[in-house]
């Protein structure tokens, strides 16, 4: 836009030239969701003595002396008449018990991350802008049926009200 009688340039903003604007926010929530890392519990592992009786069988000998008295067969000889004593040894097993630690078995303590998905509802709200636009078609002294010929004032819906939903 120019300055007719200068013949220079100049620019124009927009109340120079009588419109007004006005402005104002819509807003909206947004829904994000993350995670965090929290203790979800704790896992003790302790190992404590239980005492159990166990039996083992096992197998032993010994050895029994029998004395048998049976007749003489031959007849005395230069034995001599007097006090004699004989040693036999008489032998057993005896059970010798041991104990020793041996490992049985090995206790592995192991995590993974499983991987897992949940769903999380959380109400939003967001702002809805209504616009209402009232027409005057008789403006500066104009009939309706001069403004749009053919049409009613109920035809052309003197108020227009618009939605938007953003």
Do not use: Y
């Amino acid at each position: 836009m120019g300055d007719t009688e200068s013949g220079e340039f100049r620019e124009h903003g927009l109340e120079e030239e009588g419109v007004t604007e006005q402005s104002g926010s819509h807003l909206e929530d947004e829904l994000r969701a993350g995670t965090c890392e929290g203790e979800a519990g704790v896992l003790n592992v302790r190992k404590r003595v239980v005492t159990d009786r166990e039996s083992v069988e096992v197998p032993t000998r010994r050895e029994e002396v029998t004395v048998d008295r049976v007749p003489a067969e031959d007849e005395a000889s230069e034995t001599e008449i007097g006090d004699d004593e004989v040693r036999v040894p008489v032998t057993e097993e005896e059970v010798v018990v041991e104990k020793w630690p041996v490992a049985k078995e090995e206790v592995r303590i192991c995590k993974d991350v499983v991987e897992d998905t949940e769903v999380v509802e959380e109400d939003v709200r967001r702002e809805e802008v209504d616009a209402t636009e009232r027409r005057n078609p008789l403006r500066l002294g104009r009939s309706l049926t001069e403004v749009m010929p053919g049409k009613t004032e109920a035809g052309l819906g003197m108020h227009t009200r618009t939605r938007f939903a953003v």
